[in-house]
């Protein structure tokens, strides 16, 4: 089911992004739900562009469109580099203020739970998230996200702490070897 509505565009973020991604980063509507700091820059996120098309990283950060505006960003990236944990990914999601609610975080939910589950061997997607933001909550459960705990004062938001979820999706059908013979169904 194709999740992208026609008036957006889902496309891999690119170095001339940075300045719109910098603005909507800071945008106090949409730094309130993140775990990110305010006050980012073009040359921050310009970096963190260029360091993310490297790659030895691993790292997918995908940006949304309406008419040529930055309306939301969404982006993958190892949870880790311990051998153990490379079958994990981290994910992050933010969506400008003027286009919540307005199926951005799904359509970039679905292109970045596809790219996970058809294009890397990532079998376990991992994020953090403030309790209280329900409308993403809502939107991770759509995709298969369990909650899996609270963090208890996780994080500083507006001078206090502020509790977080911890959730997680894995895998719905884990890809197997084409070469493994298939099991025939018993008498």
Same mark, same amino acid.
């Given at each position: 089911?194709? !999740?992208?509505? &026609?008036?957006?565009?889902? @496309?891999?973020? %690119? *170095? /001339?992004?940075?300045? +719109?991604? =910098?603005?909507?980063?800071?945008?106090?509507?949409?730094?309130?739900?993140?775990?990110?700091?305010?006050?980012?820059?073009?040359?921050?996120?310009?970096?963190?562009?260029?360091?993310?098309?490297?790659?030895?990283?691993?790292?997918?950060?995908?940006?949304?469109?309406?008419?040529?505006?930055?309306?939301?960003?969404?982006?993958? !990236?190892?949870? &880790?580099?311990?051998?153990? @944990?490379?079958? %994990? *990914? /981290?994910?992050?999601? +933010?969506? =400008?203020?003027?286009?919540?609610?307005?199926?951005?975080?799904?359509?970039?939910?679905?292109?970045?739970?596809?790219?996970?589950?058809?294009?890397?061997?990532?079998?376990?997607?991992?994020?953090?998230?403030?309790?209280?933001?329900?409308?993403?909550?809502?939107?991770?459960?759509?995709?298969?996200?369990?909650?899996?705990?609270?963090?208890?004062?996780?994080?500083?938001?507006?001078?206090?702490?502020?509790?977080?979820?911890?959730? +997680?999706?894995?895998?719905?059908?884990?890809?197997?070897?084409?070469?493994?013979?298939?099991?025939?169904?018993?008498?």
């Amino acid at each position: 089911m194709n !999740r992208i509505p &026609s008036w957006l565009t889902i @496309r891999r973020a %690119a *170095a /001339g992004d940075a300045e +719109a991604l =910098a603005r909507m980063m800071s945008d106090p509507q949409v730094a309130a739900g993140l775990l990110q700091l305010p006050y980012q820059t073009e040359a921050m996120w310009r970096q963190r562009i260029v360091d993310g098309h490297d790659p030895a990283r691993q790292e997918l950060l995908l940006v949304a469109e309406r008419d040529g505006q930055l309306v939301g960003n969404g982006g993958l !990236r190892p949870a &880790s580099v311990a051998v153990r @944990r490379q079958h %994990a *990914a /981290g994910l992050g999601l +933010a969506v =400008a203020g003027s286009h919540q609610g307005q199926g951005v975080g799904t359509a970039l939910m679905a292109a970045l739970c596809d790219y996970a589950d058809h294009w890397t061997a990532w079998s376990r997607i991992e994020l953090t998230v403030f309790t209280d933001n329900h409308t993403a909550i809502r939107l991770y459960e759509r995709f298969g996200f369990v909650r899996e705990g609270v963090h208890r004062g996780y994080a500083l938001r507006g001078g206090r702490y502020s509790d977080v979820f911890s959730m +997680a999706r894995l895998h719905p059908s884990p890809p197997r070897p084409d070469c493994l013979p298939v099991e025939e169904p018993g008498p």
